[in-house]
């Protein structure tokens, strides 16, 4: 569907607490929406893209209305701050769960798959997407075209039917592509990698590609910071569908911040491509409407993604790089994503298995002589993989035992050298951290570092405090407890007298029976 195509919204029909709401399509040869200014472009940006520019908010409400969107009488968008940096939806009303709090009409929506079909059957993008392949950036090809879209209609200036909502976007970042290189040089080596990784894939969509863009300006193509800042736009709030056909940005579905714990919103899209946002659960007057940005156990990617630090994240990755990763690793489960370390102090099962294959590995990579030893390790290494590919936990509990000796003293070791490169980070960081109008004004980014490193630390040392050999405990386990309805997990400790206490799990009958008929050790 093209830019071209107008929907003409009719009333919201409220039944029942859902609502329906119907689109007719009508062909025009003028633009679908409604701008509400009538200006001829004007000579240079009509959008100022200062850090400090303010945010006009309200003019974008008036154009949502104007064009068809549709909302919950108490949904409303709200700022902390002097220039609307952050721009939030909450609501002021008590809403039950399964209520359609916004709509938003197909034609308002930026979709990658429209933008490609506008520009590439009106201009030679072949040398465009030349450079994108020689860069190997084809994968991010549905985000390039968001960005060129947004140019194209930044270049209209207020002459642009999307202007009220690009001048109401943010401003300032807090991610990845923002920092400077001083605030990157006190990230723990993790987080840099993914800092790199972002600032690469900016460059890649915004160097030589550009260049060869046949509409876009001259002035556009040199202005660096412009192409920033519309990539951080389109990476901060263009989300894939749910079919994983297209990427879209929403205009005022993008005012809704990210939960980890509990989703407020979650985004729907009929046939005809119109957009609405549903609760998900009971939600009383006063709170935020939020949705989700990704995997709320990976707060650091969060970060550099969308420059936020998500404290309520249940776990952190465990930061555990090896040298080399092989079949045999990624076989047991080794992603950024699952070697984690909980806010409980708990470890995830792939850590454990990771350490372990570690531990066996190294016997023979050191030089180890004793052949009866390295021939036990090398079974016991295969007997590990097999058990875990054949979903065998007795096997794998029972390596794991053990050798558990070995693989603790490796976790504390890896802890240790870790909280060690974060106090040597946050030294750095404080060599300026105390000059606030100096930190302010040349590396503002600095405090969200160093949360975010303060927040790593801590969560290393609950987990050191948890395995270390200076516990008054002797041993310690996962269990799964499950009844005929639900499963839950608990952590176990064995004190030195043999008496074992969980925490967690499904707890108790009012009659002080255990709601758990069934119970497996995990690890």
């Not at 040398?127 to 950036?137: C, H």
């Not at 590609?209 to 389109?234: G, M, R």
Request: glycine fraction near 6%.
């Amino acid at each position: 569907m093209m830019y071209s195509n107008l929907l003409m919204a009719v009333p919201l029909v409220l039944s029942g607490g859902n609502f329906s709401l119907a689109f007719t399509s009508t062909s025009h040869t003028s633009r679908a929406l409604t701008s509400l200014y009538s200006a001829e472009p004007i000579a240079g940006l009509a959008v100022n893209i200062g850090e400090l520019a303010e945010r006009d908010t309200s003019a974008m409400e008036r154009w949502a209305t104007a064009n068809g969107v549709q909302r919950f009488d108490g949904l409303k968008l709200r700022s902390a701050d002097k220039y609307n940096q952050d721009v939030f939806a909450v609501t002021t009303q008590d809403v039950a769960a399964g209520t359609p709090v916004l709509s938003v009409p197909e034609p308002m929506i930026m979709s990658s798959n429209k933008a490609m079909q506008e520009f590439r059957s009106m201009y030679d993008m072949g040398p465009a997407e030349q450079i994108l392949s020689s860069v190997e950036a084809e994968s991010e090809i549905r985000q390039y075209y968001l960005m060129l879209k947004l140019l194209y209609e930044l270049e209209q200036g207020t002459f642009s039917l999307f202007f009220p909502w690009l001048n109401s976007l943010p401003r300032y970042f807090e991610n990845a592509v923002s920092m400077t290189s001083f605030c990157v040089s006190c990230l723990p080596s993790l987080m840099r990698k993914l800092n790199q990784k972002e600032r690469g894939n900016q460059q890649s969509l915004s160097l030589w590609s550009i260049q060869k863009v046949p509409f876009l300006s001259d002035e556009t193509k040199a202005n660096e910071e412009l192409v920033k800042w519309v990539y951080q736009i389109v990476y901060t709030r263009g989300f894939e569908t749910p079919d994983g056909e297209d990427i879209k940005i929403v205009p005022m579905g993008d005012m809704f911040n990210h939960a980890s714990d509990f989703v407020e919103v979650e985004p729907w899209y009929d046939e005809g491509g119109n957009y609405y946002a549903y609760t998900t659960y009971d939600i009383p007057a006063g709170s935020p409407l939020r949705m989700s940005y990704g995997d709320p156990f990976n707060p650091s990617f969060l970060m550099a993604r969308y420059g936020f630090f998500d404290e309520n994240s249940p776990a952190t990755n465990c930061k555990l790089l090896p040298e080399k990763i092989n079949q045999d690793m990624l076989d047991l489960g080794y992603s950024e994503t699952s070697m984690l370390f909980y806010n409980t102090g708990e470890v995830s099962e792939e850590v454990w298995d990771i350490l372990l294959y570690m531990h066996l590995s190294s016997l023979q990579d050191e030089g180890y002589t004793d052949k009866e030893a390295l021939k036990e390790a090398h079974m016991d290494k295969r007997s590990l993989i097999d058990a875990h590919k054949a979903g065998d936990y007795e096997t794998k509990q029972m390596l794991h035992q053990k050798y558990y000796q070995y693989t603790s003293a490796r976790l504390l070791e890896h802890i240790d050298g870790f909280v060690e490169q974060l106090d040597k980070l946050l030294a750095k960081a404080n060599t300026i951290g105390g000059n606030a109008v100096y930190v302010k004004n040349e590396h503002p980014r600095l405090p969200l570092i160093m949360k975010h490193n303060e927040f790593v630390k801590d969560a290393f040392l609950t987990v050191r405090s948890l395995y270390s050999p200076d516990n008054n405990w002797k041993d310690a386990t996962r269990v799964m407890e499950c009844n005929d309805e639900e499963c839950a997990e608990a952590l176990c400790v064995q004190d030195f007298n043999g008496e074992w206490n969980c925490e967690g799990g499904l707890g108790y009958n009012e009659d002080g029976s255990e709601r758990a008929t069934s119970k497996q050790v995990i690890l």
